[in-house]
């Protein structure tokens, strides 16, 4: 049962958000809820943690840098780019033009475990070095198209042209830029990312869950 760190290396803790399988409570996933809900003090418990897996954005290899994250997929995404900011704060990673996050939820409501995060990038961007782009596809009070202010932070209805953005960056490698796309969500999501970076000769990463 491998989970993602959503934290960013800075932050000095560990945290992991880790949603319930649709099996519901007689998952181990609903059972971990269920542990968690329970009101077990943490010197209970004991807790074996093996790892790290999966292949990490070293930012030194790379100019730009595109984040694409589908529902829970946000996982790495957060922690990559919280991290990346954070640098970025510091005065660090100054060869980085742009880092850019977008990512695809079913409601706004969904934005709130990493809502600081997206504010914070959103107030400060860091003279455009900084973007996030938030899309809604299953929220009633979001048209297609239309743009939601959610708390300071643009929300917009349906979903986006992840090939258009990819394909964007093609920009990049023409002024000589090193571009690179990670991405994590649902394998139509991967795929699409995929195939339009493909095509454009970018460097690509995907990490891909089945529900």
């Not at 490698?173 to 000769?201: I, Y």
Request: glycine letters at 10%; hydrophobic letters at 40%.
């Amino acid at each position: 049962h491998p989970f993602t760190i959503s934290s960013a290396p800075s932050d000095g803790k560990v945290t992991c958000h880790i949603k319930m399988a649709p099996a519901g409570s007689a998952s181990f996933t609903g059972k971990l809820l269920g542990l968690a809900n329970s009101g077990i003090s943490p010197q209970d418990m004991h807790v074996n943690v093996d790892g790290p897996y999966g292949e990490f954005v070293d930012p030194a290899n790379f100019d730009t840098i595109l984040l694409i994250a589908g529902g829970i997929g946000v996982t790495p995404i957060h922690s990559i780019f919280r991290e990346l900011r954070m640098q970025m704060m510091k005065g660090n990673c100054a060869h980085l033009a742009r880092v850019h996050m977008l990512w695809v939820v079913q409601k706004r409501d969904d934005l709130t475990p990493f809502f600081d995060t997206l504010a914070d990038a959103t107030n400060e961007p860091l003279d455009g070095k900084l973007k996030v782009d938030i899309y809604a596809d299953k929220d009633s009070d979001i048209e297609p198209g239309k743009i939601f202010d959610h708390h300071g932070v643009k929300v917009v209805g349906g979903r986006p042209n992840v090939g258009e953005e990819i394909n964007n960056l093609s920009d990049d490698v023409a002024a000589g830029l090193r571009p690179h796309v990670f991405v994590c969500g649902p394998p139509g999501l991967a795929a699409m990312a995929d195939l339009a970076c493909l095509k454009n000769g970018i460097s690509f990463h995907k990490e891909v869950f089945a529900f």
